[in-house]
């Protein structure tokens, strides 16, 4: 046995070094695509002149309005699945992208004013992805996998809603008034807006690498935010139309649409982000819930036994009944007739029982009851047919036993009775046992027939006397 366990773990050692191989060339894989804007940033930083620039306002507008048409389908679809599932992180995402295209638009209407009142026309991109970023860390912060829906009250909830539009529609009038002031084109101005989404969005990455959340969406959700992450280091290095600055916004762009790609998908499963898990997760949760299932069927099974149990065996002494014991009957002379084996069947009935119980009560009688059926069974092992026929009678089935077994056996049942005492209160006595045997096929080939001939012979040993065992 220990070899071959040993063989085992010496198969199994390779594939657990490849399991933990593809797992780290997997985050590898993760790690290597959510940085990749890094590596275009660096490349323009170093190896491109940063006075090209492409200006291009009409260019400009249609990319600014496509991008809000986008945010705004984006934002309806979050808002569906969040009143589907009441998904507390799509509650705060759908208030992200709400907010960032409230915030973002005027940085398209105002493209024609880039060089009569640059900060009016700039300002309004970082502090729409500052917006952003808090609303997402947020949103992490309340990511459960387990966590509970809101109710249903706060999902149409119209004046929390209301609420929330009208304070980004604040924020664009505060933008504006900013950009109407000296510190608006001020270095502290660019770092607090820019680099605070850069910032922010830098800590959710960070926070969902703590809490070692790995699911499909939240992978997505990762990649997405550090591509806000980086898109903000591109403004801050580059300036108003040359490439880096173009880069920017081709990077910002690209991690929404991922982003937004995790919201559709969300909204064709589940309609929520907790509920889709990684394989891992979800084959954790497949076991667990085989095993729940494969315990539920023990018991299931323990029941239905239990359950035939009852529905063949006496309540009182836990004898099989009639009915069950019939039954048997009629599978042992089929056998009987395949192997013209004889078996016997011995009816056994407790002697003057009525004087027990008006003796010593019922409690008592079903005492002694007991007892008699735990003596027949001890006195035919390994044989277990006894049954419970009527009040204080009872039948035993002797397979495979001819007429001298079955005397034997009924000699035993009979003097262990007879042996075994009885007390009550400060009283002792003894309890006897008369008992008539049949024979298959001698004295029948049905059940009802055998039946009755060892009940004419129980009757003909209480006339000979009581406590004895008549066979012919």
Known sequence: MSETTGLTKERDAPEQIVRGVTRWYAGFLVIAFALLPAYLIAYLHFFQDPRLLFEDHTFHEIAIALATLEGIFVCYVTWQCYRRSGDPILRWLTLGFAGFVIVYAPHGAFTPLAHHDMWLFLLYGPVSRLVMAVLLFIGLLSYRADSEPDPAARRHDRMFWAAWLVGFVVVDLLVAVLANTPFAGTLATRLILEGGAMLVSLVNVGCLLARRIRSPLMQIFGISVMAFALSSLAFLLGKPWNHMWWLAHAIFAGGFFLLSYGIVQAFHAAGSFSAIYSREELMARLQESMARTETALRELQRSNVKLEQLAVAD????????????????????????????????????????????????DMGDQVLRNVVDICLDAIRPFEGVARVAGEEFMVLIPRGALDTALMAGERIRAAVQATPFVSGNDRFSVTVSIGIAQFPHDGTTSEALMRAADERLSRAKDHGRNCVIAV
């Open 315 to 362: 309540p009182l002494t836990g004898a099989v009944n009639r009915k069950a014991f019939i039954n048997r009957i009629e599978r042992e002379i089929e056998r009987a007739k395949l192997g013209s084996a004889p078996f016997s069947l011995l009816a056994l009935d407790l002697d003057n029982f009525r004087r027990i119980n008006d003796r010593f009560g019922r």
